[in-house]
């Protein structure tokens, strides 16, 4: 009974705004490193999650660095880049013959990528698809979107008028919550309109852009579009770490990547919970080989550092600890089988 392998996927750490509002009173001149950059907040969350991994995983990962054992991938995006490289910094210090430089407990670990353009794995949605581009104009005529829009219609215009917007959509309220956030987050005090009831309902809105971005309204079609395309291939890994078994060389898998990843990936396994991913927050799988020789899945999902422990998650139909074969069989129907050819229109 023993874990072959791990995977993570997780988003970047805490970081400034990606851009402005029009009356904005902070501009991009207010942020150490402009827009978009990882902060040293985001850099020791990092730093955190990654001792937490290295703990978690003592006994199975080895102590030391080890270029066999882990694989890590990030996106081609400074924040994510970075927070890989705190998160390393955080799992392997060197130590004994592993240090180059006395003074330095740090050592550089490879972080991999593609050039954004090329980026089909970790980022999402993928702006690839017209038939996903369909369906969200589908999802934009349910009731469920309709009623929303009904309901926020009054609050929506307030924030196009305040913010100087020109247009307002569930998106653009998702960038104006962000923006806010970051700021406030960072000691910008938030105009007068932006009362703590606003803040709240900026995040109902912000939220509700997460539900429909890949769930709400035909979920599976939306997933096999989009997040399968990350679950096929960690199904993959994981796979090929029980045929592989003892002779498995890599233990850890990592992709650092954006709260819309784990968005993704978490509708593709119908577990979302509602709720935009926490900065370094993390979806974890483990593959345990039982006694009986056969393999099973474990996932978690650590989303609030005041916990000790991440919370468990079931794969629905299966038990937390679900049967390899049992994982392949229940996610089937959101891996595609041809992309190319769902996509088209
Ligand atoms: C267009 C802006 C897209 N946003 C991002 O890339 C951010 O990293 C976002 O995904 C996040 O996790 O904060």
């Known amino acids: 009974l023993y874990i072959v392998c791990y995977l993570g996927l997780y988003r970047h750490g805490d970081r400034s705004p990606i851009k402005t509002y029009p009356t904005d009173p902070y501009k991009e001149s207010d942020w150490p490193q402009g827009f978009g950059q990882l902060s040293q907040e985001g850099m020791k969350q990092h730093f955190e999650l990654g001792q937490f991994l290295k703990k ?7 102590e030391d660095y080890d270029r066999h054992e882990i694989f890590i991938r990030s996106t081609d995006v400074d924040r994510t880049l970075m927070s890989a490289e705190a998160n390393l910094a955080g799992m392997f210090p060197p130590n004994g013959s592993e240090v180059f430089n006395p003074d330095l407990k740090w050592q550089p670990i490879p972080v991999h990528t593609v050039p954004a353009a090329e980026e ?5 949605p993928l702006d690839d698809c017209p038939r996903y581009a369909q369906l969200m104009n589908e999802t ?14 009054a609050f929506i215009e307030m924030v196009k008028n305040k913010t100087g917007l020109k247009k307002t959509s569930i998106e653009t309220i998702w960038s104006v919550y962000d923006t806010l956030f970051c700021e406030a987050k960072h000691g910008m005090r938030p105009p007068d309109w932006v009362t703590s009831s606003v803040m709240e309902t900026l995040k109902v809105l912000k939220n509700f852009g997460f539900q429909i971005m890949f769930g709400v309204y035909k979920r599976k079609e939306k997933c096999r579009l989009q997040g399968g395309l990350l679950l096929d291939q960690i199904i993959k890994n994981l796979s090929n770490a029980a045929a592989l078994d003892s002779k498995q060389k890599v233990k850890m898998i990592v992709y650092s990547a954006h709260d819309t990843t784990v968005v993704a990936l978490q509708e593709a396994l119908n577990v979302f919970n509602g709720l935009q991913p926490p900065y370094a927050s993390c979806h974890l799988f483990e593959l345990h080989k039982e006694e009986n020789g056969t393999f099973s899945v474990e996932m978690f999902y650590r989303n609030d550092t005041n916990v ?8 629905p139909g299966c038990s937390q600890r679900c049967p390899l074969q049992d994982f392949v069989n229940l996610t089937r129907e959101v891996i595609p089988q041809d992309r190319n050819k769902e996509c088209q229109i």
Request: charged share 20%; no cysteine.
């Open 56 to 62: 978690r995983y003592t006994g199975f990962l080895s």
């Open 308 to 315: 000790s422990e991440p919370y468990p998650v079931s794969l």
């Open 120 to 124: 089909k794995l970790l980022s999402f």
């Open 140 to 153: 934009e005529k349910t009731d469920f979107f309709l009623n929303m829009t009904v309901t926020y219609k």
